[in-house]
């Protein structure tokens, strides 16, 4: 079946620095991806739409500046945290679309991001 | 505004007991519905979903899924739930929203099984 690939699975990294989190879609082109942020034991919060070739759509209230989307290629898109803070601690989810299979979204793994 | 509700934090089960995990959608025109399951830190494994035909799905690991449009649910179920079923479970929903059909989620609940 189709599968994301995910990196890194965590990063540990100092306040104000900017961290870049990868998702591949490893045997299908993926013309969208989405990226989702999660609290603990809470749910996905869908943060943007990454489209290939063309600027991502953000969700109300998401800081484009403060994530950027990436999506340069049908099987690579890139969230950047820039500027990190503590409270951008989460939990980062990416998922694309195969358009192979009839409304099929595959998940990554995630990244577990900690800001200190 | 589309939605998806999961109106119980937690479910608990005896192990060999059947099971349900309840979801409720509020949305315009015909939706498509999904189940997944996340282990800690790890992301969302698909279940099964529902896009048109048989209102009866069944998805992986022995779970099944009904579809009632009048009562607007697709409660998750499974007739005799394992330990290793403990997990946090989401319904979700998508859209035809432009080109993309975004998932939009409910709040999860946690299914813990007892042995």
């Known amino acids: 079946g189709a599968v994301v690939s995910q990196h890194p699975s965590w990063v540990i990294c100092k306040s104000g620095t900017s961290v870049k989190i990868e998702c591949r879609s490893l045997d299908f082109q993926a013309t969208t991806m989405f990226w989702y942020r999660q609290f603990p034991k809470q749910s996905l919060m869908l943060m943007a739409t990454s489209n290939e070739g063309s600027k991502a759509t953000y969700e109300q209230g998401v800081e484009k500046d403060k994530f950027l989307i990436n999506h340069a290629s049908l099987t690579l898109s890139t969230l950047t945290v820039t500027s990190a803070h503590p409270e951008d601690s989460s939990f980062y989810i990416c998922s694309a679309r195969d358009w192979g299979e009839a409304y099929g979204y595959t998940f990554g793994s995630g990244t577990r991001l900690t800001v200190v | 505004a589309q939605s998806v509700a999961q109106p119980e934090d937690q479910v608990n089960v005896a192990e060999g007991n059947p099971l349900t995990v309840k979801c409720t959608y509020s949305?315009?025109?015909?939706?498509?519905l999904f189940w997944y399951v996340q282990y800690p830190n790890r992301g969302l494994q698909f279940l099964l979903k529902?896009?048109?035909?048989?209102?009866l799905v069944k998805g992986s690991y022995g779970f099944e899924a009904e579809f009632n449009k009048s009562q607007t649910s697709f409660h998750l179920k499974k007739p005799s739930a394992l330990v290793s079923d403990s997990a946090l479970y989401f319904c979700?929903?998508?859209?035809?929203?432009?080109?993309?059909?975004?998932?939009?989620f409910g709040q999860g609940t946690t299914l813990q099984v007892k042995p």
């Open positions: 949305v315009s025109g015909n939706p498509y």
């Open positions: 529902y896009i048109t035909g048989d209102n």
């Open positions: 979700a929903v998508s859209f035809r929203s432009g080109n993309t059909g975004k998932l939009i």
